[in-house]
Each structure stands twice: as C-alpha cells, then as structure tokens.
C-alpha cells in the first residue's frame, strides 16, 4: 500500500472526486428537472403512502400502523418524505420485525396470502 493510501481512513472523503460533482448536478437537472422535482415526486409518493397506511384497519377497527409525524403529509416544504410507523396488532400492541416476518411467512406457506390479505398480520 502507498504511503498516500494510508494517509486516508475508511470514510475520508476523496477530495479529489469533488470536481465531479458541478457534472453531477448539471445531469441531475437534465435527467429529472431538478431538485424541486424530485422533492415534489418523492413527497407524492410519501403522502399517498400515508394515506393508505393511515387506513389500514383490523376487522375490528384497530388501526393496523401508528404512524409517528407531527404532520399529515399536506407541506413538502414542512415535512420530508419519510414516513416511521410501527405494525401493530389486533389489539394495538407493536409487531416487531421478525413477529411480522414470521406471520407473513406463515401466510405465504399456507397458502392464503393474496391480495385481500396480505396486509394482515
């Protein structure tokens, strides 16, 4: 290993790359229209999301996700597009990932995982 490779750790930014980035940012502009585009696609995206998630009910009117945001995904210019939630069950307590892994797996090996009941957990 060069002495030079040896200066830089894991993480340290090539500085020399840096240069690239004025060409980046002119591709980015020509292939999407910018930033603002992108940041209106992807609040899009994020607010349908949200909306869907907020609907999703057990049959017996739990709320299948708690949705954590200080928001309800109508301001781009307020809120990201980044939505946390948690899958809750039947009766409102959390599903942690491998409880709804493991039941969707179940579903699928069973059978009756489609469409209608795939969101079931």
């Not at 049959?59 to 109508?74: E, H, K, L, Q």
């Amino acid at each position: 290993m060069s002495k030079m490779q040896v200066r830089f750790e894991d993480g340290t930014v090539s500085f020399l790359d840096i240069i690239a980035l004025k060409h980046g940012f002119d591709v980015l502009e020509k292939l999407t229209g910018g930033m603002e585009k992108i940041k209106q696609h992807t609040f899009a995206l994020a607010h349908y999301t949200y909306t869907v998630l907020s609907n999703l009910k057990y049959a017996n009117g739990a709320p299948v996700v708690r949705i954590y945001s200080d928001t309800d995904f109508s301001n781009p210019d307020v809120q990201g597009p980044i939505i946390n939630f948690n899958v809750l069950d039947e009766n409102g307590e959390v599903l942690g990932f491998s409880q709804s892994t493991q039941n969707w797996e179940l579903k699928n090996k069973s059978g009756k995982a489609d469409k209608d009941t795939a969101l079931e957990l």
